[in-house]
């Protein structure tokens, strides 16, 4: 079955939150930026993540003018945005490389999201069905949950060798990247279910 995608309407009321997203995009950079995730306990960013995930997702179902937005995207568009990991796999495969993080943490986070950005633009010239994009975003969700799961234990035991997480310019990975993706992926679910 095809899953057929809309196009989204113009919304004024969109934009006092587009700017919202804007100012937290500004705020989150210049937390780390000026060193507020420098040294932080792992846990600390993780709860960050969760949170952040949370505040994403209630925004996406409390406020009409997001809702209306993201459904008009659709899994399809909302899968394309995925694109972008293909720079920070990249990145994080880069600072394994040159002993900046640990290969054990980078080698899978860097190539799953490498594999994922890849896979967005391979979706371009594939069926919009649903399996295809249910398949697309739980091998997404699965590569972030797999780099989080593998990032935050090797932290807890060696926590200077994951420094370059609480600084820029790879701090905004987890701090920002990781739970924007996360929450459109689950709302791709979501949409996943509620359409024909």
Known sequence: MTVTQTNPQPDQKLWPWAAAFGAYLVLMTAAVGLGAYDGAHPLVIFATIVVTIGVFIAAYARIGAIRQFLDGLGPYGLALFHAWRIIPGLAFVYYGAQGWLPTEFTNPAGWGDFAVGVLALVLIF????????????????????????????????????????????MGLIPIIGVPLSAAIHLIAFYQLTRRP
């Open 126 to 169: 594939l069926p919009r069905t649903k399996l295809i994009l249910g398949g697309f975003h739980l091998i997404g969700l699965v590569d972030l949950i797999n780099a989080v799961s593998t990032g935050i234990p090797i932290a807890l035991v060696d926590q200077p060798s994951m420094q370059a997480l609480g600084v820029l310019p």
